[in-house]
C-alpha cells in the first residue's frame, strides 16, 4: 500500500517522517491494518470508516487516561478515516494473567452516575448507541439487548419466539440484577484485544463505555478463558455469588452482535444462552 495525500498530512501533522510504505497486518478483520517504520519508531495505521475510528481513539484516550496500569497505545494522530497510534513490542512475563485482573480490577473502580458513553462507537461493525442512562437494567435492555434484537429480525436471523424469550429476559432484569455505580469498561474484550508486552498486558481495540464490569470477563471467557491466577487477582476475595449468571447474561450481546456480523451459525449458541438465562 502506498501513503496517500490524507495519511502523510496525518503522519506529517504528528511529526512523523515514513521510511518505507505501510505493510499489511492479519487480522484486520473490520479495518485494514497496518505497520509502518517512521522516524520516530514504527507505528500501526488503521483506515476505516471516520466515525468508527474517531469512537476507537477517543476510547483508546480514555483507557490511557484511567492510569490502570495496564498498557494502552498512544494515539499519535486520527483524522479522514486514518487512525495512527503507537506500535507495541510483544513479550509476556510469568505474572501476566494476574497483571491483566489487577489492571482490569483498577479500571473497573472507577465508576460514574450514569450507564453509557457521551458519544456513540462501535463495536465490530454494528453502531453502538451509549446514550446515558441512570439505571444499568434499562440501559441493557435499551441500548443493547433490544437493539440487536430488532436488528437481527429484520434481516432474517432470528424469528418471533426467540425475540420473545430475549425480550422477557430483557424486561426481566429488574427482578434479579442490582444496579450499582457504573464502571469504566473496555466494551469490546474479547481475547484478541488483548496483548502481551515487555511492559505488561495491553488492550487495543475498544468500544469504551460504563457499565457493569462483568460485560469485560464474560467477553474474556466467551470463546476462552483466563486461568485462575487472573480471577484471583481480579476478584481479590469477591467473587459475586451470582457471577455465572451475569457471565451468562453479558454473553448475550456479543453472541447477537455475532449472529448479526456472521449469520445463522451463531444462532445455537444465542438460544443455548437463552435457556441457561431462563432456567437460572
Known sequence: MSIDESLAALLSDAGLTPRGEPQPLGGGDIAA?????????EVVV?????????????GLRALREAGSGLVVPEVLGEAGGWLVMEALASGRAPDDEASLGEGLRRLHALTGESHGWPRDNAC???PQ????????????????????????????????RLRQ?????????????????????HGDLWSGNVLFTPSGPAIIDPAVY??????????????????AAFFEAYWNGGTPTDWPRRETLFQLYPLLNHLLLFGGGYRGAVEQVVSRLETA
Not at 46 to 58: F, M, Q, T
Open 165 to 185: 424469550r430475549i425480550e422477557a429476559i430483557a424486561h426481566g432484569l429488574e427482578s434479579w440484577l442490582p444496579d450499582p455505580p457504573a464502571s469504566l469498561i
Open 33 to 41: 491494518v497496518y505497520r509502518l517504520s517512521t522516524d520516530q519508531g
Open 46 to 58: 488503521k483506515h476505516d470508516d471516520p466515525e468508527r475510528l474517531a469512537g476507537e481513539a477517543d
Open 124 to 126: 465490530g461493525r454494528t
Open 210 to 227: 460504563r457499565h457493569y464490569p462483568e460485560v469485560d470477563l464474560a467477553m474474556l471467557t466467551l470463546f476462552g478463558s483466563p486461568g
Open 129 to 160: 448507541p451509549n446514550a446515558p442512562l441512570p439505571d444499568g437494567r434499562a440501559f441493557q435492555r435499551d441500548r443493547r439487548l433490544l437493539p440487536l434484537v430488532d436488528a437481527c429480525q429484520a434481516r432474517g436471523l432470528m424469528d418471533g
